[in-house]
């Protein structure tokens, strides 16, 4: 005779799963709290209709289980919340690894003309299928992503998502100046394709749409105070654009809008900045940009292996946490070489090494969880698996690799074998990935 836990329905339901492996996961940011992770070396998490139900030592929450309850056995692997992704570009896919730019010629020579082709919603819908399968093979469940201007790769995407049941945040891109003829838009149709996108697509299932200047120069002053418009009439809705990536682009954001403080005020001036505001790089920003982020409870969006491919810079995580910024891990793919959070932050580690800096295995995998989460004001959904949470989840096996058993096998702490992790792994380490509590 056995006896469901308080949170479990009591008897068997086709909708209740129980997953054991080896758990961690974050409570809080281990940054500020050294009991923030949670580890179950023998856990398991019961998922009921896609959420956690519980969560705990594996001994006491397997006897309480309704018999005949099905068993996902991962035992020898590590189960953590699903990587979140919180800037990447969909339609850059194909030119991931194109050499030698920095970022002006890099838009100018790859992006542009990549971009162009999401003119094809044919082209769009098989580069949105590879792309959200891509996300899953690497245990990304969540992400914030760039399409094109192209009102029709929104769709695109979302669909893609839409069919995984993936937690999907993006947006057309509007772009109406220092562009290509074949990728400019208007203000007015610019604002009048996002209003039909948000209507047809935001709060669909896990869909999240974000008004998406891609940045302060590819857009006219009149298409910059309609986006912060657009983002003050709908509540709920992000906006995500870029940020003092290189010291080139913000000399010509400096000239164009000459009446500005710094970058960041460009977008303040017009109403951008605010909860669910996400401004990818932020490397050339001075202490008073970051204090306004913290303020207006704006993101930075933290992309290291972007950074260092594009020359542009290193990200001060240090700083923007001492101000209190909200801040997420992006794989800024094509930009970015890879598509796995565990090489972004394996990369991300030697950013901060170069500045003095030190990433624990513990707040780097909060970063790529329930950071990234907090950083998109999710973390009331997903990050981790507090009952009630979405049960996204991601499996690595610490011997994927003749290389990482041996290192892993080395191991006598938790957080070594994290760090060896991250520094080792990369897809090949992801031995599964469920969205929902399903499989993908
Ligand atoms: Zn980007």
């Known amino acids: 005779m056995t006896h469901a836990p308080s949170t479990v329905a009591p008897s068997t339901s086709p909708q209740l799963t129980a ?23 023998d856990g398991v998490l019961i998922v009921r209709a896609g959420h956690v139900a519980e969560c705990g030592p594996s001994p006491e929450l397997l006897a309480k289980l309704p018999a005949g309850t099905p068993l996902a056995d991962y035992r020898g692997k590590l189960i953590l919340p699903g990587f979140v992704d ?27 003309p990549a971009e162009r082709r ?41 669909k893609a998502a839409h069919a995984r049941r993936m937690r999907l945040i993006t947006g057309k891109v509007l772009m109406d100046r220092n562009c290509p003829d074949f990728l400019c838009d208007t203000a007015a149709a610019g ?11 935001h709060g669909r299932d896990r869909l999240l749409y974000a008004i998406t200047p891609r940045f302060a120069p590819t857009s006219t002053p009149t298409q910059m105070q309609l986006a912060g418009r657009l983002f003050a009439e709908h509540p709920g809705v992000y906006l995500q654009s870029h940020l003092a990536e290189n010291r080139g682009e913000v000399d010509w954001a400096a000239q164009l809008y000459p009446e ?32 306004r982020m913290a303020e207006t409870g704006s993101a930075m969006s933290f992309c290291p292996t972007s950074n260092l491919f594009l020359g542009s810079g290193l990200f001060d995580l240090q700083r923007a946490r001492e101000l209190g910024v909200r801040v997420g891990l992006g794989t800024d793919v094509g930009a970015g070489t890879s598509f796995s959070m565990l090489q972004t932050l394996n990369e991300a580690y030697k950013v901060l090494q170069l500045q003095g800096q030190q990433l624990s295995a513990e707040s780097a995998f ?22 009630g949470k979405e049960a996204d989840f991601v499996v690595l096996d610490p011997r994927a690799t003749p290389l990482l058993a041996r290192r892993s096998a080395a191991c006598t702490t938790l957080a070594e074998r994290l760090f060896v992790l991250m520094m080792l792994g990369d897809d090949r380490a992801v031995a599964a990935t469920h969205v929902l509590g399903e499989a993908a």
């Open 260 to 291: 500005a403080r710094s970058y960041l005020d460009v977008y303040a001036r017009f109403g951008q900045l605010g909860m669910r505001a996400l401004f990818a790089h932020c490397l050339w920003l001075d202490d008073a940009d970051r204090r």
């Open 366 to 387: 909060h970063l790529a969880t329930l950071g990234g989460a907090h950083s998109l004001y999710l973390d009331d959904r997903i990050g981790n698996f507090a009952p």
């Open 19 to 41: 997953i054991r492996g080896e758990i961690v996961h974050f409570l809080a940011d281990p940054t500020h709290d050294a009991r923030a992770l949670e580890h179950f070396a």
């Open 191 to 201: 604002d009048a394709e996002s209003k039909a996108l948000i209507e047809r697509w």
């Open 118 to 158: 999401f003119a094809d919603p044919a082209h769009a819908a098989e580069v949105a299928d590879f792309f959200c399968t891509e996300l899953l093979r690497n245990g990304t469940t969540t992400a914030a992503a760039f399409a094109t201007v192209h009102a029709a790769s929104v769709d695109a995407l979302f």
């Open 86 to 112: 919180t800037h990447v570009h969909y339609p850059q896919t194909d030119i991931i690894a194109s050499h030698g730019e920095q970022l002006l010629e890099w838009l100018e020579k790859y992006t542009f």
